[in-house]
């Protein structure tokens, strides 16, 4: 069975006036929590496109991208959407919920402020509201604020990534503490460590980027460091 099928079973389980709060309640262990990921992307999404008040066809196709969605699953993507924009619960609650649920796989919460900063940049700009949305749901995700910088560097042109921000070690580590953090970076970014924790497939894709970032990173901090 599909993810997009799961997905639909999940919503087919709410009653009438319930909302997308009451799913995350119900996928809190394994395999559904790759659904609930999947759910919660695409509903904090649609929080975050209120954010900014609009939603452009980049950041549908943004969804695509992450997604995979075929022409066969548009209709269970779009439902989650707007069930989420229509929901009055409002993102600070999912957020909470959504920490809740992966409180022990912080991993996962990284991942999913990565997917959701790949939307926000779709339209080749980031708008203040986004910003404000992100760094709220990264604090109630309890990222640090290293870890925030590096998504930002990495996805934002503005922010001027610099390698060491990337790598998230001080401007002033050194080339032994840089290649540690570099090669913590990789194995965790590594596709088989994202689908062995759950990731859905169908995101994973996300992580080819993430490594050539990384790398790059990497190879323009140590170069300057030696």
């Known amino acids: 069975m599909s993810i997009w099928s799961r997905i639909t079973e999940a919503l087919s389980a709410l009653t009438a006036g319930e909302g997308l709060a009451s799913v995350f309640d119900r996928l809190r262990s394994p395999p559904e929590r790759s659904v609930a990921f999947t759910i919660a992307v695409i509903a904090l999404g649609a929080k975050m496109a209120k954010a900014d008040g609009q939603v452009t066809r980049d950041e549908v196709t943004a969804f695509r991208e992450v997604f995979?969605?075929?022409?066969d699953d548009q209709h269970g993507a779009a439902r989650v959407?707007?069930?989420?924009?229509?929901?009055?619960?409002?993102?600070?609650?999912?957020?909470?919920?959504?920490?809740?649920?992966?409180?022990?796989?912080?991993?996962?919460?990284?991942?999913?402020?990565?997917?959701?900063?790949?939307?926000?940049m779709a339209d080749g700009t980031y708008h203040p509201n986004e910003d404000a949305f992100l760094a709220r749901v990264a604090e109630i995700f309890a990222m640090n604020e290293s870890d925030f910088a590096s998504l930002r560097a990495r996805f934002v042109p503005d922010t001027s990534p610099l390698p060491h921000t990337v790598l998230g070690i001080s401007p002033n580590a050194s080339l032994e503490e840089g290649k540690v953090a570099w090669r913590r970076l990789v194995r965790d970014n590594h596709p088989d460590?994202?689908?062995?924790?759950?990731?859905?497939?169908?995101?994973?894709?996300?992580?080819e980027k993430r490594l050539i970032?990384?790398?790059?990173?990497?190879?323009t901090w140590s170069g300057k460091a030696r």
């Open 81 to 120: 959407f707007n069930l989420a924009r229509q929901d009055v619960t409002g993102f600070e609650d999912y957020a909470s919920r959504i920490a809740s649920m992966f409180s022990d796989q912080p991993e996962m919460l990284r991942d999913l402020i990565e997917g959701l900063f790949h939307i926000a």
């Open 193 to 207: 460590a994202l689908v062995a924790r759950g990731l859905p497939p169908e995101a994973v894709s996300m992580a």
């Open 213 to 219: 970032d990384i790398n790059r990173a990497w190879e």
């Open 68 to 71: 995979h969605i075929t022409e």
